[in-house]
């Protein structure tokens, strides 16, 4: 009965559905309408929004206009290990604030510490948050491969807590400000010097002076860009 309901549908409409148990198994919550568009070669989002309506009319999904991911999946695909994994809490609008460079430390303007737009608004599952006040954190764009081996790849979004303080092995954003650069590194101190980590088998930490090196926030998650 499953897979007799699932043919009537369009094979776009059978494609979102496939996209969204794949993205929903790997990242643990639902995609955008863009992202759900770029995957299926649908160039549209109204196009993409005609055919979430009629799935949610078909009663595979539910959703609300609220928030850019409010998908949830409501019925079983024929084969699925997917079960209606999606929470019913509503997303948190988290302030993505500018971008950092996780590859070797990239220059800035002498005020980068007002280099972020904070009317820049993202909803982001409440999960990501590890329970901290969405007040307390905010959101980056990674540009770079420097953390690739921490499943960090370019262009995803990193989930920072604020905090200007780190121990040894958080993975964190720093500022430098005698040089006026910033990276996104795992960090270890070693006494009047900070080794700046990648997870990049082909790149060398960065070595930089302790008053040299301020924490800016430390990794929560990562929303990835499949």
């Excluded at 070797?104 to 820049?120: C, S």
């Amino acid at each position: 009965m499953v897979t007799k309901k699932f043919n009537r549908l369009s094979e776009r409409q059978r494609n979102i559905l496939r996209f969204m148990e794949r993205y929903l198994k790997q990242a643990g919550y639902p995609p955008t309408i863009r992202e759900i568009g770029e995957a299926t070669g649908i160039n549209s989002t109204s196009v993409v929004n005609y055919n979430l309506n009629k799935l949610v009319e078909a009663g595979y999904l539910e959703r609300s206009d609220r928030v850019s991911r409010g998908l949830r999946l409501v019925a079983d695909l024929p084969g699925s290990k997917v079960r209606r994994v999606i929470s019913n809490q509503p997303a948190a609008r988290v302030a993505l604030v500018g971008q950092i460079v996780a590859s070797l430390p990239v220059e800035m303007p002498d005020d980068t510490g007002h280099y972020y737009d904070e009317e820049n608004l993202i909803d982001v599952p409440p999960s990501l948050l590890k329970g901290h006040d969405p007040e307390q954190v905010y959101a980056l764009r990674v540009r770079g491969d420097s953390m690739i081996d921490a499943m960090i790849q370019d262009n995803d979004i990193v989930i920072m807590l604020r905090q200007n303080t780190a121990v040894a092995g958080d993975m964190v954003a720093v500022w430098m400000p005698k040089d006026s650069k910033t990276t996104l590194k795992y960090y270890h101190p070693e006494g009047e010097q900070i080794r700046l980590q990648p997870a990049h088998p082909m790149m060398e930490p960065i070595i930089v002076a302790a008053d040299n090196c301020e924490v800016r926030g430390k990794v929560l998650s990562v929303i990835r860009q499949l």
